[in-house]
């Protein structure tokens, strides 16, 4: 199956709230994530930084 997931990164809110950018510059996909657990605890631990995907 083939997944997809939106989300962003808080360095680019905040730059982009600078600068006036268009909100859709921050989002961002991961296609065919494999490994959810390690997504889920990474996002869940490091939530109020940053969402990310280590392969």
Same mark, same amino acid.
């Given at each position: 199956m /083939? %997944?997809?997931? #939106?989300?962003? $990164?808080?360095?680019?809110?905040?730059?982009?709230?600078?600068? /006036? =950018?268009? #909100? #859709?510059?921050?989002?961002?996909?991961?296609?065919s994530? &494999? /490994?959810?657990? &390690?997504?889920? @605890? %990474?996002?869940?631990n =490091? %939530? @109020?930084?940053k #969402?990310?995907? $280590?392969?």
């Amino acid at each position: 199956m /083939n %997944y997809q997931f #939106v989300g962003w $990164h808080r360095d680019r809110w905040k730059s982009s709230q600078d600068k /006036n =950018n268009d #909100v #859709v510059d921050m989002l961002f996909r991961f296609a065919s994530v &494999r /490994n959810f657990t &390690r997504l889920r @605890l %990474y996002i869940s631990n =490091n %939530y @109020l930084e940053k #969402v990310s995907l $280590h392969p």
